[in-house]
């Protein structure tokens, strides 16, 4: 998905862009942006694979990289849910606090090397 909005904020005016009917207020404020954000997804999706690529080859650094992102995901909706997105910012901490809670897990981590 960064690759594709990367793609799509690059590139406008592709069928591609059919895919922000999703998010329509986040194409808003990335398109107000500019490109220097959009570029910034392009080594999000490349960190996103190789976290992807450790993690089904069961590499320690697969695991952190992926606790690490989920990490940061946390972060990231908590500041949405103080700053008043309860929803959206509630949500997200609920369902990436857990994921990061199960990757926590002894047995979990104990399964990569």
């Given at each position: 998905?960064a690759a594709l909005a990367a793609t799509t904020l690059l590139v406008p005016g592709t069928v591609l862009d059919r895919v922000w009917a999703l998010n329509p207020t986040a194409h808003k404020q990335l398109s107000l942006v500019g490109?220097?954000?959009?570029?910034?997804?392009?080594?999000?999706?490349?960190?996103?694979?190789?976290?992807?690529?450790?993690?089904?080859?069961?590499?320690?650094?697969?695991?952190?990289?992926?606790?690490?992102?989920?990490?940061?995901?946390?972060?990231?909706?908590?500041?949405?849910?103080?700053?008043?997105?309860?929803?959206?910012?509630?949500?997200?901490?609920?369902?990436?606090?857990?994921?990061?809670?199960?990757?926590?897990?002894?047995?979990?981590?104990?399964?990569?090397?």
């Amino acid at each position: 998905m960064a690759a594709l909005a990367a793609t799509t904020l690059l590139v406008p005016g592709t069928v591609l862009d059919r895919v922000w009917a999703l998010n329509p207020t986040a194409h808003k404020q990335l398109s107000l942006v500019g490109g220097k954000v959009t570029l910034l997804f392009l080594p999000l999706a490349v960190a996103l694979v190789a976290s992807g690529i450790g993690w089904f080859r069961r590499r320690l650094w697969g695991w952190k990289l992926a606790v690490g992102i989920v990490a940061v995901q946390v972060i990231g909706d908590s500041i949405n849910f103080v700053k008043g997105d309860w929803i959206r910012g509630g949500i997200g901490v609920i369902i990436a606090g857990s994921l990061l809670l199960y990757l926590l897990r002894s047995p979990v981590k104990s399964a990569f090397y």
